[in-house]
């Protein structure tokens, strides 16, 4: 089927399969950033935000992204460079493996929670995204700076 949407702000128009995921079709875009884990909804590596809202890609159906905005990591480098830049300056990212999908939820909690989120809030914002190495404390800490700020 052909499939019209906008990624990373371009317009976008291929051939996909009615069954594919959205992170199959990301990837065979070449953009990599978007890693695939569970596929089951639960690991958070394969967040990517869909009209502004975070979804787990792995369960998206491709054709549901018909005529909307998506954003995977690579575009919220440019559309929203503080997170990227808190997690490098706090040091929250350690592998890219979970990584993009932390970075494109902390760019979702920086719209929805604004200033002034509690820790607390910032973690249950977070809880979906899992880091085997429980490398955590160094994301909440970037995160609380750009909420804040
Ligand atoms: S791969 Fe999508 S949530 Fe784990
Ligand atoms: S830093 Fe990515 S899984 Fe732990």
């Not at 291929?14 to 596929?39: F, H, I, N, Q, Y």
Request: glycine share 12%; net charge negative; aromatic share 4%.
């Amino acid at each position: 089927m052909r499939l019209r949407f906008t990624l990373n702000g371009e317009p976008q128009e291929l051939d996909a399969s009615p069954t594919a995921s959205l992170t199959e079709v990301l990837r065979s875009l070449g953009l990599t950033g978007t890693k695939e884990g569970c596929r089951i909804g639960v690991c958070g590596l394969c967040t990517v935000l869909v009209d502004d809202l975070p979804v787990s890609s792995c369960l998206f159906l491709a054709p549901c992204a018909e005529g909307r905005q998506v954003w995977t990591v690579e575009g919220l480098a440019r559309r929203d460079p503080a997170v990227v830049a808190a997690f490098v300056e706090h040091e929250g990212m350690q592998c890219g493996i979970c990584t993009p999908g932390q970075v494109v939820m902390a760019s979702a909690a920086r719209s929805e929670l604004g200033a002034g989120a509690a820790e607390a809030e910032i973690r249950e914002y977070l809880i979906g995204n899992l880091c085997r190495c429980t490398g955590y404390q160094s994301i909440v800490m970037a995160l609380g700076s750009v909420v804040a700020g």
